[in-house]
């Protein structure tokens, strides 16, 4: 019978992964982190519209 094993990386190893080898990866990384923020914040205001819209609608 097989056995399977799950593995967890450690600290180290995560930051390998997400660690940008140059310059340009790095920049690419930041920019991508800066738009997701952006779009969090938007899709944030948006639902918050939303529900307040909902609210007026029935009162």
Known sequence: MAQTI?????DVEVEAYT???NQQAADEL???KEVKK???AYLERAQLKR???EDDFWA
Do not use: Q
Not at 6 to 10: A, G, L, M, Q, R
């Open 51 to 53: 529900d307040l819209s």
């Open 6 to 10: 799950d593995f967890v990386p450690n």
């Open 38 to 40: 952006r779009l969090e």
């Open 30 to 32: 930041a920019h991508k």
């Open 19 to 21: 660690t940008p080898k």
